[in-house]
């Protein structure tokens, strides 16, 4: 039998040989962040209250023993999983996970000091940070509205605490080094039939001008807003939807797009959208998920369409443009092995990508020669992947295939 050193050799001739360098592979994958996203750790719970309860049309199911009961535990669980997790990582954190020395602060008085510790755990772990402001869980929303509420009190709350939390954004950029994106997911919609679409999404255009009116250096900060079809709740109507971002986004240029893999029909895919972005030289920021049946937040597998995604984003030239993170959140599973699987498969669909033979397809689109095109996709799924994969994790200090055995 092979060693690993062989295997990979093996694998790098046989890629060598339809015109891929995996040495290039390799480095370019090591180098793309991957914001991996905090709340899978606890069911999207925080720290403001450890028995709080998730609210905004989200949901985790299952009951599996191990959530974390406390901050210590939160981040030792959270350890645990990075230390799974090859490749430069980026963690992506809600203003929920805020330190606040036990005093009360609610959302519309955050402040940068309450994610000190973050940024000394970064730091810690060679990680880059982004940023969520919490627009729900909390009494504010329980009327299924917030930045785009009638009421201009619960409207100006939810304001404040946008603008707070894009700060906590550039204080992160600026202490890391590393760009912080801050990712606004609003929950506002109706369950049922819904009279006037219009006058909600403009105030949420209008919440949102002033949420973004500072300017905020882009080297730090910048800001993303989420698009979404339906939640429980607001099957009718969101008033954030995809069509209103796009078109917010295109019209103010104060913020950027993000996708999420569950914020859509059925048979709708981001990876198709991706192109049609990068083609008006936006910015994207996705959140790659796992919807089954309806937007449930699976953990993330090595399936078509998250290899669909990350092949868009490689074969636009987009790596860099395009912000990857993930969002899922399985509470029937070890949570710790959740996050793992999910992060390990976004970078794994990364490499595949990676590892296309993209010069060769390419050429023969051009050519028209859609024959051989056809051919070379579909020789590229039987490819080596695992031995490259398994050389990735090596040469990062991470455990390859039998990660798992680390659980116990
Ligand atoms: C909800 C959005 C949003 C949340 C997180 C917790 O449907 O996908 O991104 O999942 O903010
Ligand atoms: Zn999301």
Known sequence: MMDGNGNYQAAREAYAAIGVDTEKALKTLKETPISVHCWQIDDVTGFENFDSVLTG???????????????????????????LIPGATKLALHA???????????RDAIEPRHFDFWVDYAKRQGIGLDFNPTYFSHPLSD??????????????????????????????????????????????????????????????????????????????????????????????????????????????????????????HPTEAVSAKISSYLAFGHELMLHVSRPVRWDSDHVVALDDETRAIM?????????????????????????????????????????????????????AENEGDLTLRLALLEE???????YVWDRFCETEGKPGADWFKRLV
């Open 57 to 83: 049309g989200v949901a985790v199911t299952g009951s599996a023993p191990g959530k974390p009961k406390n901050r210590d535990e939160f981040l030792s669980h959270l350890t645990r999983a990075l230390d």
């Open 96 to 106: 929920i996970y805020l330190d606040t020395d036990g005093a009360k602060v609610d």
């Open 143 to 264: 009327s299924g509205f917030t930045l785009a509420s009638a009421d201009a009190h619960i409207r100006d709350f939810w304001i404040e605490h946008g603008k707070r939390s894009r700060k906590v954004g550039a204080f992160f950029g600026q202490a890391l080094g590393q760009v912080c994106v801050t990712n606004h997911w609003v929950i506002d919609g109706y369950k049922d039939f819904t009279v006037d679409k219009l006058a909600p999404r403009e105030r949420l255009a209008q919440s949102f001008d002033q949420i973004f009116a500072e300017p905020v250096d882009r080297r730090h900060n910048i800001d993303a807003v989420e698009s979404k079809l339906f939640g429980i709740g607001s099957e009718t109507y969101v008033v954030g939807s995809h069509e209103f971002y796009t078109n917010y986004v295109a019209d103010r240029k104060n913020c950027i797009l993000c996708m999420d893999a569950g914020h859509f």
């Open 311 to 363: 092949q868009e984003i490689v074969n636009c030239g987009g790596l860099g443009r395009v912000h990857i993170g993930l969002d899922f959140f399985d509470g029937s599973l070890n949570r710790i092995a959740a996050l793992a699987i999910g992060a390990r498969n976004a970078r794994k669909a990364l490499l595949a990508a990676l590892l296309s033979p993209l010069d060769t397809l390419r050429r």
């Open 380 to 386: 590229c799924k039987t490819m080596p992947l695992g």
